[in-house]
């Protein structure tokens, strides 16, 4: 019999490729839940900028639902933000709304030739994450792992420059977006190692505008790939490579990057991705986390679920963020679902 002594146990052991009772269910992605900020009575402007806030947001969706994780921070503007790019975190309003780029850094072909400002890592709202990693791991470390995570080079790039030019620039001067993504690709590693000195306990790269959906497999092999290759030999404790859309065709190239494991959307056929990459790969999703998990019924919950499990992941995890709004019996109903299988 296998004995697991905590959550966190489960996905360290699932991290260091041992066997495990099941699979977890968790996500390296922003899964604060509306349910848990009204426990606590916080505003979601608020906890962008706020370290305590942040760390106990995340802590909510743990000890409401058993979620086997804690995640920071919520946005995807940490980076940008800390190279200059001017956000907004819609502060007087009271709807959900996440930060946006307000300003960006680069406005014409001329001035994608970027230098890294001095001291990246201590700028932004890093510190402020970095800070809320320490406390999250008091807070529930012992139980379950504590992640973050950082953006690919390339959705970075689409986060200080329009995304558009980007991927026109793509085709028409791949060197000239390379010498980009190489630069960026130097941030995100100062930024992942700030995380990892705070204490967090695995790292997704969210390279979600790589997608397959608008990048051929040949110009993501090229282009994209030898980047985050170059992340993933930087980052020492366990990481996973996150994805959005149709990304069978490249899935091994995804494999081949160096994360521990891939995370994979609903797009994604799984059970083909299994062939493909062969049993000992970890393979995280692939639920949607808004049709099926925030708008869907308790009894698709579960079956979405089980189809997961069926079609070979490794680990029951969303294709994005949970949007907050999730009922509370749609997420009782998917965790109370995946621990039948450690029965």
């Known amino acids: 019999m296998i004995k697991i002594i905590s959550a966190r146990d489960r996905v360290m052991k699932l991290f260091g490729g041992e066997e495990i009772d099941r699979p ?3 996500s390296g992605m922003g899964n604060v839940t509306a349910e848990g ?3 606590l009575g916080y505003k979601f402007a608020s906890i962008h900028l706020d370290a305590r806030k942040m760390a106990d947001s995340s ?3 743990y000890k409401l639902f058993g979620f086997e994780c804690g995640v920071v921070p919520f946005d995807l503007c940490v980076e940008a933000e800390a ?12 709807d959900i709304l996440y ?3 307000k300003k960006k850094i680069i406005h014409t072909e001329d001035e994608m030739d970027i230098a890294i400002p001095s001291g990246l890592q201590h700028r932004g709202r890093i510190p402020l994450v970095c800070e809320a990693i320490r406390l999250l791991k008091k807070d529930i470390g012992g139980e379950v792992p504590v992640g973050t995570y950082v953006l690919g080079p390339f959705t970075l790039a689409g986060q200080i420059m329009e995304l558009n030019d980007l991927l026109k620039l793509s085709f028409k001067k791949p060197d000239k977006v390379g010498r980009l993504l190489d630069a960026l690709a130097d941030a995100v590693i100062l930024v992942a190692g700030e995380y ?3 204490g967090v306990d695995y790292i997704t790269v969210r390279e979600m505008g790589a997608t397959s959906d608008v990048l051929s497999p040949r110009v993501f092999k090229g282009l994209i790939l030898p980047y985050l290759k170059k992340i993933f030999e930087k980052i020492s404790v366990p990481s996973v490579l996150h994805i959005c859309g149709k990304t069978n065709d490249i899935v091994p190239f995804m494999a081949e990057s160096g994360a521990r494991a891939i995370s994979v959307d609903q797009k994604n056929d799984v059970a083909e991705s299994r062939k493909k990459l062969g049993k000992e790969a970890r393979i995280f999703g692939n639920y949607d986390p808004y049709n099926v998990l925030v708008a869907g019924r308790p009894e698709l919950v579960r079956e979405t679920v ?20 999730v009922p509370p019996e749609n997420f009782k109903a998917m ?3 995946i621990r039948k299988d450690g029965r």
């Open 99 to 101: 930060p946006t780029i």
């Open 59 to 61: 802590a909510t969706t």
């Open 83 to 94: 190279l200059g790019c001017e956000i907004n975190v819609y502060a007087h309003l009271e």
């Open 306 to 325: 089980r189809k997961c499990v069926n079609d070979g992941v490794s680990a029951v995890w969303p294709g994005c963020d949970i949007w907050p709004t």
């Open 335 to 337: 965790m109370e679902e």
């Open 37 to 39: 900020l009204k426990e």
């Open 196 to 198: 990892e000195k705070a």
């Open 24 to 26: 977890p269910c968790f």
